[in-house]
C-alpha cells in the first residue's frame, strides 16, 4: 500500500513540475508499479467457499497444465494463478494470468471462459448463470477471468491490488477519496 501510495505521489509530482517544463510524463514509475504486481499478490486475501485450490506459476501442476487450459505455450505465461473448486462441482474459477506480449490475453481468457460454459452446459446447467455474470478484465498487467458468485466484489479486490494509484489534491480530499472507495 505504501508503494502504491509512493508511486502516486511521485507521479504526481512529475505531473505538476510538467507544467514548468516541456510537458512531457514519463511513466516509467506506473509501469513499474505494475511490474511489481505478482498474481500471488493479486490473489491473496480472495476468499471465496467454492474456491478451494490454488495453483501458481512455479507449482508443477500449474506448469504442465496452464498452457494446455489456455491454448498456449508454456513460454507464453510469464506468470499467473488459479484459484477453482477442487470438487468440480462448481464453475467458480478464478484465472489470472500475465501473457507474453503479443499475445491476446484477452482473447485467450474469453475463449476459457467458452469452454467452461460448454463444459458446464450439459454437466451442470445450473451454474450457467453464473457463467454468464462472469468478468474478464485487465489489472496490473495481467488478464484476469473471474467466474464466481461473488465476481462483483473480487473484480474490486483484485483491481484495488492490480494497480490503480489515485492522489487527490483538493481541500475536499476526504470526501472525494470516501466517494472514490465507495465506487471500487
Known amino acids: 500500500m505504501k508503494m502504491k501510495i509512493r508511486t502516486a505521489l511521485l507521479l504526481a509530482a512529475a505531473l505538476l513540475l510538467g507544467g514548468c517544463g516541456s ?5 516509467s ?3 513499474t508499479a505494475a511490474a511489481e504486481v505478482t498474481a500471488a499478490d493479486l490473489l491473496d486475501g480472495i476468499s471465496d467457499e467454492k474456491l478451494d485450490g490454488i495453483i501458481m506459476a512455479g507449482d508443477e501442476k ?5 498452457g494446455k487450459l489456455f491454448s498456449v505455450e508454456s513460454a507464453d505465461i510469464l506468470d499467473g494463478g ?9 464453475a467458480d474459477e478464478i484465472s489470472v494470468i500475465k501473457f507474453a506480449d503479443g499475445v491476446d490475453g484477452q482473447q485467450i481468457m474469453k475463449d476459457r471462459l467458452e469452454s467452461r460454459t460448454s463444459t458446464f ?5 445450473e451454474e450457467l448463470d453464473k ?3 462472469a468478468k474478464v478484465l485487465k489489472t496490473g498487467g495481467f488478464d484476469v477471468l473471474i467466474i464466481s458468485d461473488k465476481a462483483e466484489g473480487i473484480e474490486k479486490a483484485l483491481m484495488k491490488t492490480g494497480g490503480f ?3 487527490i489534491i483538493s481541500d475536499k480530499a476526504e470526501g472525494i477519496e ?7
Do not use: C, H, Q, W
Open 131 to 133: 457463467l454468464g455474470k
Open 121 to 125: 452446459r450439459d454437466y451442470r446447467p
Open 165 to 167: 494509484d489515485v492522489l
Open 82 to 90: 488459479i484459484m477453482y473448486n477442487t470438487e468440480g462441482g462448481y
Open 29 to 31: 514509475s506506473a509501469d
Open 23 to 27: 510537458g512531457a510524463v514519463s511513466e
Open 178 to 184: 470516501k466517494a472514490l472507495s465507495e465506487k471500487l
Open 62 to 66: 500449474f506448469d504442465s497444465s496452464a
